[in-house]
């Protein structure tokens, strides 16, 4: 069965930090593009990061980019996701993906083809 897991959301104060994991189960990681996506509540699913398979290659949403870092650690079949200087406004779920597709188009969540479940990330004082 294939399974994406998330972990490390949380609590966090404004200009905190949080460390997020996606880690998979009954299939590796190594031949897929990977993202990072979030949805706030009455708002749509918006991609916030992706990598390349190889890990050579990152894209970033304008809005996290200098404050969000994506890695991927396939030896260890998780990938993750390093928020820092976190914002009222980043309060969310997130849910990291799989794709066949490569990076073409990777912020864009109709690309994915396996998602997991999520991770809850609020950022309040």
């Known amino acids: 069965q294939l399974q994406l897991v998330e972990s490390g959301g949380g609590l966090v104060q404004p200009g905190g930090s949080l460390r997020l994991s996606c880690a998979s189960s009954?299939?590796?990681?190594?031949?897929?593009?990977i993202g990072w996506f979030r949805q706030a509540p009455g708002k749509e699913r918006e991609g916030v990061s992706c990598?390349?398979?190889?890990?050579?290659?990152?894209y970033y949403a304008d809005f996290v980019k200098g404050r969000f870092t994506m890695s991927r650690d396939n030896a260890k079949n998780t990938v993750y996701l390093q928020m820092n200087s976190l914002k009222p406004e980043d309060t969310a779920v997130y849910y990291c993906?799989?794709?066949?597709?490569?990076?073409?188009?990777?912020?864009?969540?109709?690309?994915?083809?396996?998602w997991g479940q999520g991770t809850q990330v609020t950022v309040s004082s």
């Open positions: 009954g299939f590796t990681l190594d031949y897929y593009a």
């Open positions: 990598i390349s398979s190889s890990g050579g290659s990152t």
């Open positions: 993906a799989v794709t066949y597709s490569g990076t073409y188009s990777c912020l864009m969540a109709h690309v994915y083809d396996y």
